[in-house]
């Protein structure tokens, strides 16, 4: 069974695996730049933390840095359960994709 | 110069909101959330400048105002794996086995503490689920009756549990509400004595008395369902002459043989068949019998017109929908339409109630009823004793486990170095907690089964015939509720504990240099002098009731009981009965160690069956006063070694002819001679009383005086008695005084007589101490429950102080070397070891004095002749508290004391 991942959910699970180093203020960085949306940093902390609750991600603390005001970094990566989950859903869509008549993915 | 960027003023997020953020914020999580609101604040103020990028500081700060953002740990960072709750486990059992004492006053105090309040409980529910056995019990309902005078309101003393024969049959007629009618009248009412004899096929005649009779309505075995083993209910008492008897009863008379349809008969003059069999009352019946007979035996609607007998237990039973209290309400006109005649012509107003079944057995307590009921009272005053025994128990782990704590506190240590967070260490404590208790629990369980028959003798109820089989196992909530109490027990008494050890500091521990923390004494101090105060006002109970109790046994009652032997009068007789009686007696008189024989209406022990008005000749009918009517002849008085204080007794020519004597001779006790309102006993001589005998008022006149003896229990107050000697039969007993040392003789002697007077009867004789002390059972029982219980407390107490000592003691080992080797005493170190102990128990006797003193002079007051409260109630639980305590404490202080004080301070 694959767990319930929301639209939010599922694109920050992914900036997650692209970025070198997530954390808050990077993941939130690449969000909107990728998809043009704003997100607070209140609302990426907890999608975060439902994804690590979930087991998809996992956490550390990382160094910290002066514009930060001297505090760490809570660093995640994905789990290899996320990865799991995300191709999966990935393959899923794309069968689904596959079978939508006069639909030319090439053309996007 | 980067650092310098970030200090510029304009450049930085609001103090304020930063502040409000690291105010609210727990540390864990300041990091992540203050180091990204800043980053992203300097990200912002370059983007969009830093007016946005502070409202946007803002917002978010307050965004992140949310409860997980107080969470002290980060919610992932603890994940307890499977390998940590086996070493829960491990340590939870290792800690068990190396402190052996402690682990085993832990779950021993526990056990006994859940064990009584499971017998307690079983108890209680035993008690309040009387005659649930019935179908229809929530239809069934008893008619009660009240006789109040003008100016009296309606109280237990003058509502009687029976009522008049017509009132079930009127009822029945004027309410479509009641579906059925039941009366139930006890057979002595028309005869004195009962035998029953039965005579097999070759003429061998089996003869019982027979006391636990009713004479019932047909419909009294539908309206209740006590189950047949035998015959049919519905129609077994539907001819007159009809009997049921109980299973037990049919053995006594026809061994094996088929009952139904034998003939039985009853003082050898009525034949009665049996037409059922039914299971023996059990003991949660409020009304207790072997035999019924049916209604009809007395004739067709016998007592349907009779509204001035109030002897008869009178049961409806009610349609599903009617409601008790819109029935009730109509009751005052009900009366008004039956009884006014009666009602005006005797100056009293009758009120009726209806009264639940279900509730009679612990709630009422009103003149006859059909056996002395249980008491509510005495339900809480247990639950309350249950509670005592467990919160002493529960103290007792709380103590051990906060003395224990210092013990464990390296261990503690070490968890948190590694990495434990407290929530993890509470966690474990808790189940270390929750071990114990469950197997406390089953411990407790083992204890109730081992006790449970001894129980039973001591409540003398027998409540079923094995433990399992209670009825209060087949409820879910009673499974539950014991679930309940272990579980919210083990959290209660392991938070503070849990909640203490996981608040030690790492390095503090780690160092060393904990062994002198005073943690959790203060607590501790308060739980011990609260366990104190429990048990001292248990002790002072104890000794109260033991004390009443033995004055109740021992104070002379004004007759001499201990060489009394009664006989009931015969239940076969004929016109002869009284020459019989005389010769009876003259034989008795002549063995040498019988003293003198009497006959009278009733003896000391019971309620005197006769009650009536009287008052003084001259003075107006409303000053007349209720007294008790007893019937005697001229030997009782010197039978029963009684004294007259004034005049003389009752002699051969004081004899009432008949009944339609208009002038009788008359004594009265002190306790008549005071309500009539005389000064002295001697101005009542020759006094003339007016007194009822039978349906004429008629006078009395006063010889003498007798001194007050206790008729009926010292609960009750002096029943105020005229005696008056007729000259017709009318005894139900027969009292020998005889000397007690060659009693067996005396009583072959007695045995020989009584068969060659009343051939026929069986002889059946009790000791008159013996009945007057059965009406003590229900005290005496109270006495041995609360005396059970107390000990269980007291025992439970002690097991926790002397653990408590022994640890106390164990962390002063050092002081204790350090005091001998500078000179102290042992008996010095003794004093300053139990100064705490000492201290904490004056401090409960304190507080326990005053409340133990209102408790008992409340319960004394239940009792009509009570001890007086004296010093040495109080002193001597005091004494023995200490005696306990000290003998507890100095187990281990002696041994403290007298250890090498070389070996105790070269410790560590």
Redesign the interface.
Known sequence: MLPNLGQLEESILLIVMIVDEAYGVSVAQVYQKKTGNTVSIPAIHTVLKRLEKKGLLRSSMGEATAERGGRRKRLFEATPYGYRVISQLRENRLKLWSLIPKLDLGNG | M??EK?KDAKMSPPRWADRFLEWYCAAGL???????????F??RAEQYGSRRAKW?FV??VL??F?P?SFEKN???NIQTVPDMYKNYFKIAYRNLAKSKVFSLINIFGLAIGLAASFLIVQYIHFESNYDRFHENIDRIHRVTLSMVRPGEVAIAKNTSAVNHPAVGPALLEDFPQVEAFARAVTQTIFINASSMTYEDGTGKATTFNEERMYIVDPSFLTIFSFPFVAGNAETALTEPQAIVISESTAKKYFGTEDPIGKVMVSNGELPLTVRGVFKDIPENSHIQFDILISFLTLGEKWGYDTWIWPEFYTYVLLAPDAAPQLLEEQFPSFVDRYMTDIMTEHKFQAGMHLQPVADIHLTSHYQKEARVNGSSKLMSFLSILAAFILFIAWINYVNLSTVKALDRAREVGLRKVVGAARSQLIGQFLLESLLINLFALLLSLVMVWLVWSFFQKVTGKEMSESLWSLPLWQEPWSWGTMIAVVVIGALLVGLYPAWMLSSFRPIKVLKGSFHHSSTGISLRKALVSFQFFLTIILIIGTVTVYKQLSFMRDRDLGYAKDQLLAIRSPAIFDSTITQRITHFKTGLSRHSSIRNVTTSTNIPGETIFSRNNVYRKGEDKSMDVVCFYLWVDPDFIGTFDMNIVAGRGLQEGDMVPSFDSKYIKIMINEALVDKLGYKDNQDVLNEIMILRLGMNEIKGEVIGVVKNYHQRSLQQAYDPILFYYPGWDSWKYLTVNLRTDQLEQTMDYIEQQYQQVFPGNALEYFFVDDYFDRQYEADQRFGSIFTMFTTLAIVVSCLGLFGLSAFVLKQRTKEIGIRKVLGASIVHILRILSQDFVKLMSLAFLIALPISYFTIERWLSNYAFHIEMDIWLFVLPIVLMSAITLITVSFHTLKAALTDPVKSIQQE
Do not use: H
């Open positions: 980067a650092e970030y300041l990091d992540e959330i203050q180091g990204d609101l800043y980053e992203a300097y990200i946007l917002k978010e965004l992140f949310r997980s980060y919610p992932n």
